[in-house]
C-alpha cells in the first residue's frame, strides 16, 4: 500500500526475488501525482541501489544532475566546499523509472485506487508505505505506537527555473528575522527550492494564510537576488511544519511499515528516499533468508532499527541547528561554514578533511590564529595545527592544548586521602599529553563523601598528599591540574561504584544532608533538609576546602554542580522543594549554589580560573531542561565562573536519558553561544575526530574525555601522532622523538 519509492521499489525487488510472488502495489493518487519536486542520493547510496537493481540505477543515473560542491552564501560571501558527491533526481522521474521496471517484472499497479482497511486485503503480506500521514499506521496505532514530534520551524517546498551550480544554502534578514534556503539542481533548468523559518518569522510575515500564489509572490521578491531573475515554481506548496515520526513497532501480524509510514529524516539531510529504498533491500533480504513471516519481519525490525535510528539522530542534530541558525549568525564565516557542514555530527573535522583538505587547512590556519591571539601565544610556523593542539587561556591560567582528562572518581583513598593509585593514575595521564587533568570529585567534608574511598579537602594533611602529585605534574608535563570540589548531598554514604552505584551502605552509614528531606531511590538513607546553620557549614567547609587547593598548587579550581549531588539538588526543581527563600524559582533555588561560589571565589586567587559542572537537563518532567541551563550559566557568568563544564543528568534514578555520541555537547554549544561565555564539552567525546569538529565548530572550548583516557592515558600523544603534530616529550623519553611506531 502506497506507490512511492519504498512501495515500487520493494514491489520490484520483491517479484525479481521471485517470479511466483503475486505483488499488487494500491496508490491513492495517480503516477503523475507528486508532492515536492527533486530527491537527492549520495555516491555511496547510489551504489548500494546499483547492488539490488542496475537497471533502475542506471536509468536514474541517466536522468539525473550531480555534483560535489556545496556553497554556503553568508554575510556576502560565498564559501564552497568540494567533494561530497550527491546527484538529485526528479521524484516524478524517479516514480516513472520504478514503475517502468515494476511492470517489467510483472508487478500490478494499481494507481488511483485506495485501501480503507488493510483488513480487508487478502495477502500473505501487507506492505504499509503510504508515507507520513499512514492510513495503515493509523489504523493499527495501538500496536504500531507511533510518537510524532511536530518540529516548530516552518518551511515551503518551491521548485525554481534557475539551475545551481552546487548544492546552495542562503541565509537572508528581513525586517521578519531570518530565513533559510536549501536549493539543489536535479534536472536541466530545474531546481528544488525550500524556504525554512522561524514560526514567529513566517507568522511575522503574514504567511499564516498565504496561499500559493501568495507564497510565490514573496519568496520572489524576498530572493529576488539569489534567483537571477529566474521564477518560483509551485507543486501543492504550502507551509507546514516537520514532523519526526517514530514507531515502537514497526510490523503487526502481517502488516509491516516502511520508509515515512515507519520513520521520517528531516529533509536538510536529504536521506527521506534513501532510508525508504533500503528499508526495500533490507526487508526482501530479510524474507529471502526466512521462510516463516513472523521471524522475517522480526528480523527486518532488529536488523534495519539501528541504522534508521542512528540516521534520525544525526536528522534531529541537522534540523535543530536549522531550527537555531540564528544561534550562529555572530560566526566569523569559516567558522559558520564549518559548523553547518557538521551539523548533523556525521561529518567530522577528519572525514571533511578527506573530502575538501583546502577548505578544512583553512578553518585550521583561521582557529589557529584566532586562538594564539586570544591566548597571547606566538603562532609557531608551518602548517596549522589542528584545532585539539592550540592554547586556550583563562584568567593567568594558559593550557597547551584543548584536551582535559574528565574528573572520574577511583573510590580508593583513605579517610580523603589520595595515595599512590591517585599519583599514578593523574600523573600518567599529565604526561600522555593532555592540555588540563583534573583531579576526581573531592569532598569538601568527611560527611560530603559519596564513599570511604573518595578524595577529600577537609585536613592539611589532604593538601600535603594532593601537592605531592600537582608537583609531579607540573614537573614532569607540560599538562595543568584542575580540583572538583563537591558534596555528595542526598547521594552520600554509599558504596563504591563496583560494589552497587549510588546504593546505600549496609553498615556504619553517616548522616546526609539535602535541600529537601527525599531520598534517591525508596531505599535510600533520607537526608536530612538543611537548615540555615547547615548552609552556614557547608559554605565554611567550601572555603576551607579553597584555601588547602591553593596551597596544593591546582590551576584551576571547579565546583560540583551537577548530578543531583548536593549543590545540584538545590538548582534542580525536581529535589528542591522547599518552599522559604532557597526554593521556589529559579531565582531563590540558586541562592545557596550562587553563595558557595562567592565563597570560594573570594578564597581562590583572582589569576585562577573557576569553573562549574552543572546538569543542562534532568532528563525528567518537570526538572531542568536545556534552556534552564543557560540561565543557570548566565547567573554563574555574572559571579565570575571563567568556563562552564556542561554535563547532563543523574539527578534522579528514574531519568530517561537520550544517550548517544557527542549526546552532550549540544548544551555546551547552547551556553557558550547564548549566554557568550566559555564551556567544556564532556559526554561520548572518543575520537580526535569528534574533539576537532567540537571545537572548530564552535560548539565548546575544552573537551574532557573519561574513558578514553582510562583506555589509554597516553590518549592525546597518540592523536597526535596520528595528525602528524609533534608533542615534546619528557626528557626521560626524548628517545621517542625520532621513533616511528607500527600498530599493525
Known amino acids: 500500500m502506497g506507490g512511492g519509492p519504498a512501495g515500487l521499489f520493494f514491489a520490484l525487488l520483491l517479484k525479481k526475488s521471485d517470479p511466483r510472488h503475486d505483488v499488487v502495489v494500491y496508490e491513492r493518487n495517480r503516477l503523475d501525482d507528486t508532492f515536492g519536486f527533486g530527491v537527492v542520493f549520495s555516491d555511496a547510496t547510489e551504489e548500494a541501489l546499483a547492488a539490488a537493481d542496475p537497471e533502475v540505477t542506471a536509468a536514474m543515473a541517466a536522468r539525473c544532475h550531480r555534483w560535489?560542491?556545496?556553497?554556503?552564501?553568508?554575510?556576502?560571501?560565498?564559501?564552497?566546499?568540494?567533494?561530497?558527491?550527491?546527484?538529485?533526481?526528479?521524484?516524478?522521474?524517479?516514480?516513472?523509472?520504478?514503475?517502468?521496471?515494476?511492470?517489467?517484472?510483472?508487478?500490478?499497479?494499481?494507481?488511483?485506487?485506495?485501501?480503507?482497511?488493510?483488513r480487508a486485503v487478502d495477502a500473505d503480506l501487507v506492505l504499509a508505505a503510504d508515507g507520513v500521514n499512514s492510513v495503515v499506521r493509523e489504523r493499527y496505532r495501538e500496536e504500531f505506537r507511533p510518537a510524532v514530534d511536530v518540529r516548530p520551524n516552518r518551511f515551503v517546498?518551491?521548485?525554481?527555473?534557475?539551475?545551481?551550480?552546487?548544492?546552495?544554502?542562503?541565509?537572508?534578514?528581513?525586517?521578519?528575522?531570518?530565513?533559510?534556503?536549501?536549493?539543489?539542481?536535479y534536472e536541466p533548468n530545474r531546481s528544488t527550492f525550500i524556504v525554512e523559518a522561524r514560526e514567529e518569522t513566517w507568522r511575522s510575515a503574514g504567511l499564516e494564510q498565504a496561499s500559493e500564489t501568495d507564497t510565490l509572490a514573496f519568496c520572489e521578491t524576498l530572493f529576488a537576488e539569489e534567483l537571477q531573475g529566474h521564477r518560483l515554481l509551485s507543486n501543492r506548496s504550502v507551509w507546514r511544519s516537520f514532523p519526526t515520526i517514530r514507531n515502537q513497532h514497526w510490523h503487526h501480524g502481517n502488516v509491516v511499515l516502511m520508509g515515512d509510514a515507519a520513520h521520517t529524516a528531516h529533509f536538510s539531510v536529504?536521506?527521506?528516499?534513501?532510508?525508504?529504498?533500503?528499508?526495500?533491500?533490507?526487508?526482501?533480504?530479510?524474507?529471502?533468508?526466512?521462510?516463516?513471516?513472523?521471524?522475517?519481519?522480526?528480523?527486518?525490525?532488529?536488523?534495519?532499527?539501528?541504522?534508521?535510528?542512528?540516521?534520525?539522530?544525526?536528522?534531529?542534530?541537522?534540523?535543530?541547528?536549522f531550527e537555531d541558525t540564528e544561534r550562529y549568525m555572530d560566526l566569523e564565516p569559516l567558522q559558520f561554514a564549518f559548523t553547518l557542514l557538521t551539523r548533523s555530527l556525521r561529518v567530522t573535522h577528519q572525514n571533511l578533511k578527506l573530502r575538501d583538505p583546502t577548505f578544512v587547512a583553512k578553518v585550521d590556519s583561521w582557529y589557529a590564529t584566532d586562538a594564539s591571539r586570544r591566548a597571547g601565544v606566538p603562532l609557531a610556523s608551518g602548517p596549522a595545527p589542528p584545532p585539539m593542539f592550540t592554547p586556550l587561556r583563562l584568567r593567568g591560567l594558559t593550557l597547551a592544548n584543548r584536551v582535559a582528562v574528565s574528573p572520574m572518581c577511583q573510590y580508593s583513598a583513605?579517610?580523603?586521602?589520595?595515595?599512590?593509585?591517585?599519583?599514578?593514575?593523574?600523573?600518567?595521564r599529565a604526561m600522555g599529553g593532555a592540555g588540563?587533568?583534573?583531579?576526581?570529585?573531592?569532598?569538601?567534608?568527611?560527611?560530603?563523601?559519596?564513599?570511604?574511598?573518595?578524595?577529600?579537602?577537609?585536613k592539611p594533611e589532604h593538601a600535603a598528599a594532593w601537592k605531592r602529585i600537582v608537583d609531579f605534574v607540573h614537573a614532569e608535563s607540560l599538562t595543568k591540574i584542575a580540583i572538583q570540589l563537591g558534596h555528595a548531598g542526598r547521594k552520600a554514604s554509599t558504596k563504591k561504584l563496583w560494589q552497587g552505584d549510588n546504593q546505600p551502605l549496609e553498615t556504619d552509614n553517616w548522616p546526609i544532608l539535602a535541600p529537601s528531606a527525599l531520598p534517591y531511590f525508596p531505599h535510600s538513607q533520607v537526608p536530612r533538609e538543611m537548615t540555615r546553620s547547615d548552609m552556614d557549614a557547608v559554605v565554611a567547609d567550601y572555603v576551607r576546602a579553597a584555601?588547602?587547593?591553593?596551597?596544593?598548587?591546582?590551576?584551576?579550581?571547579?565546583?560540583?554542580?551537577?548530578?543531583?549531588?548536593?549543590?545540584?539538588?538545590?538548582?534542580?526543581?525536581?529535589?528542591?522543594?522547599?518552599?522559604?527563600?532557597?526554593?521556589g524559582s529559579l531565582d531563590h533555588r540558586m541562592r545557596f549554589p550562587l553563595e558557595v561560589f562567592d565563597a570560594v571565589r573570594a578564597a581562590w586567587p583572582a589569576e585562577k580560573p573557576m569553573s562549574v559542572r552543572i546538569s543542562a537537563v534532568d532528563w525528567f518532567p518537570g526538572g531542568m531542561e536545556p534552556a534552564d541551563s543557560v540561565e543557570v550559566a548566565r547567573r554563574f557568568k555574572a559571579h565570575g565562573c571563567d568556563i562552564m563544564d556542561v554535563s547532563a543528568g543523574q539527578t534522579v534514578a528514574?531519568?530517561?536519558?537520550?544517550?548517544?555520541?557527542?549526546?552532550?555537547?549540544?548544551?555546551?554549544?547552547?551556553?557558550?553561544?547564548?549566554?557568550?561565555?566559555?564551556?567544556?564539552?564532556?559526554?561520548?567525546?572518543s575520537s580526535y575526530a569528534d574533539v576537532n569538529t567540537i571545537l572548530a565548530a564552535g560548539r565548546a572550548d575544552l573537551c574532557l574525555l573519561a574513558r578514553a583516557h582510562l583506555w589509554d592515558p597516553y590518549w592525546t600523544r597518540h592523536a597526535a601522532h596520528e595528525l602528524g603534530h609533534r608533542l615534546p616529550w619528557p626528557d626521560p623519553y626524548r628517545s621517542l622523538d625520532d621513533y616511528r611506531p607500527r600498530f599493525i
Open 270 to 321: 536529504g536521506s527521506g528516499t534513501k532510508l525508504a529504498m533500503e528499508d526495500a533491500m533490507a526487508l526482501v533480504r530479510s524474507l529471502e533468508t526466512h521462510a516463516d513471516l513472523p521471524q522475517a519481519l522480526a528480523a527486518y525490525e532488529e536488523a534495519r532499527r539501528p541504522t534508521v535510528e542512528s540516521l534520525q539522530r544525526a536528522a534531529q542534530a541537522s534540523l535543530q541547528w
Open 414 to 428: 583513605e579517610d580523603g586521602t589520595p595515595g599512590d593509585w591517585h599519583l599514578v593514575h593523574l600523573g600518567s
Open 68 to 118: 560535489d560542491d556545496i556553497e554556503i552564501h553568508y554575510r556576502g560571501q560565498v564559501l564552497t566546499s568540494t567533494g561530497h558527491g550527491f546527484s538529485g533526481l526528479s521524484r516524478r522521474t524517479l516514480l516513472e523509472i520504478l514503475a517502468d521496471r515494476c511492470r517489467a517484472a510483472g508487478v500490478k499497479l494499481c494507481f488511483e485506487r485506495a485501501v480503507a482497511d488493510p
Open 654 to 685: 528514574d531519568q530517561s536519558p537520550v544517550y548517544g555520541r557527542l549526546f552532550q555537547t549540544p548544551f555546551a554549544d547552547r551556553i557558550r553561544h547564548e549566554v557568550g561565555m566559555a564551556t567544556m564539552a564532556v559526554g561520548n567525546i
Open 547 to 583: 584555601g588547602l587547593a591553593v596551597t596544593a598548587g591546582f590551576d584551576l579550581l571547579e565546583i560540583h554542580m551537577a548530578h543531583g549531588y548536593l549543590l545540584a539538588s538545590f538548582i534542580s526543581p525536581l529535589t528542591n522543594q522547599r518552599t522559604d527563600r532557597y526554593g
Open 157 to 185: 517546498w518551491l521548485g525554481t527555473t534557475r539551475p545551481f551550480p552546487a548544492f546552495t544554502f542562503y541565509f537572508r534578514r528581513d525586517r521578519h528575522g531570518l530565513w533559510r534556503v536549501h536549493a539543489y539542481q
Open 436 to 458: 588540563l587533568v583534573f583531579a576526581e570529585m573531592t569532598d569538601v567534608s568527611r560527611e560530603a563523601r559519596i564513599s570511604t574511598g573518595c578524595t577529600g579537602l577537609y
